[in-house]
């Protein structure tokens, strides 16, 4: 082996471990490792028969590094599912979908409950029972479409749900 293959062999030992290196560098940050929001608490509140309305709860965590919005939500038992945010204003209880969605930034938790932010189901196919289990799909912009699995819930029940600690 002369000189120049030497040289030609070394280098190229060099750059494989070099490229491993890069290789090694590029894994992802863990403490920001997450790529889709989590979600929590998810339950749907129970309704009284031939109710034709319902609402449906949840914890949206992003740790991602970059803000995501909740964009879209489907359910199969209802005619028609928006996101929408509830208000006292002059001392009445409003109601307005959000047609931007729900935006969560990176690194914060959003809660949808009761009195707030909320999905709020219309034309509801069927009655929702305690202790029921249903999949209700959400669209985010960065994280896609999850399936959601989402509990049916007395609104009391809910509420200590939504309070009590993992
Ligand atoms: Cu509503």
């Not at 090694?24 to 509140?45: F, G």
């Not at 709020?120 to 009655?127: E, R, T, V």
Request: no cysteine; glycine share 8%.
């Amino acid at each position: 082996m002369n000189m120049t293959q030497r040289f030609l062999k070394t280098n190229a030992a060099l750059l494989a471990f070099i490229s491993i290196s890069f290789a090694t560098l590029s894994i992802p940050n863990y403490s920001h490792s997450a790529d889709k929001v989590e979600i929590t608490k998810a339950w749907l509140r129970a309704t009284p028969p031939s109710a034709m309305a319902a609402g449906g709860y949840l914890v949206i965590t992003n740790n991602t590094d970059r803000d995501d919005t909740l964009v879209g939500v489907e359910f199969s038992q209802a005619g028609k599912s928006e996101i929408h945010e509830m208000k006292i204003s002059d001392g009445v209880m409003t109601m307005r979908p959000l047609k931007q969605g729900i935006t969560i930034a990176a690194g914060e938790s959003v809660s949808l409950r009761p009195g707030g932010f909320h999905l709020m189901f219309m034309g509801m196919k069927s009655q929702l029972k305690d202790g029921q289990n249903y999949q209700v799909k959400l669209t985010f912009n960065h994280s896609g479409v999850m399936e959601i699995d989402f509990l049916v819930l007395s609104m009391g029940k809910g509420k200590k749900f939504m309070t009590q600690e993992d």
